[in-house]
Structure formats: C-alpha cells, structure tokens
Nanobody, 117 residues
Framework: QVQPVESGGGLVQSGGSLRLSCTAS????????MDWYRQAPGKQRELVAT???????IYADSVKGRFTISRDNAKNTVYLRMNDLKPDDTAVYYC???????????WGQGTQVTVSS
C-alpha cells in the first residue's frame, strides 16, 4: 500500500510552466502504475497522464506535446511537467498510485493549478 502526496501547484499566467510532484510513502513504489488526473469546477475528473512501471507513457489528447510525466523510483516520486499552460488547464490535479494486479488506486489530496489569461 502507498499513500501519495502532491505538491507544486500554484497560480501561473497563460503560456507559463509548472512542475507537479507526487511522492508516495510505502513500499514497492516501482511496481505501481502512476496516474495524474485533474478535475475542473463543474466537470468530471479527467485522466491526464499515466506512466507504467516499464516506462510506457499515456497522455490525454488535450495535453499531448505540452505535458510530460516521469518518475524517479529511487525517490518514490512521479512528476508532471506542464508547459504552455492554458486557462482550460485550471483544475485540481490529483496523483493516484494504481496497483497493477488489483487495479486498486490510492489517491492523494490534490493540488490546485490556476492559469490566468
């Protein structure tokens, strides 16, 4: 079992960049599939990016070419680098650690990202 904790959110102008971090306590971090989700006010939670233990990456079409997910297993941390941010990227961003066999996800508390126009 792992417990993710996100950090790095904030207020940024349109076109700016932010890097979110998610550090997970617990053991066997490297086997977990790590997901970044976001939820904007009045909208459903959206899967933004995924990194699998073998390094495969998956992105939502809305962030392809602008966001990069990466992980450092030695630090039990996953990152989301966000470039060319747009007001539509404003949301609470959540990190989730998903067990590859049970598919059970462990969620962080979220971090707010606000992009001003």
């Amino acid at each position: 079992q792992v417990q993710p904790v996100e950090s790095g959110g904030g207020l940024v102008q349109s076109g700016g960049s932010l890097r979110l971090s998610c550090t997970a306590s617990g053991s066997s971090f490297s086997i977990y599939v790590m997901d970044w989700y976001r939820q904007a006010p009045g909208k459903q939670r959206e899967l933004v990016a995924t990194i699998i233990s073998d390094g495969r990456l998956i992105y939502a079409d809305s962030v392809k070419g602008r966001f990069t997910i990466s992980r450092d297993n030695a630090k039990n941390t996953v990152y989301l680098r966000m470039n060319d941010l747009k007001p539509d990227d404003t949301a609470v961003y959540y990190c989730a650690a998903r067990h590859p066999l049970t598919q059970k996800s462990y969620w962080g508390q979220g971090t707010q990202v606000t992009v001003s126009s």
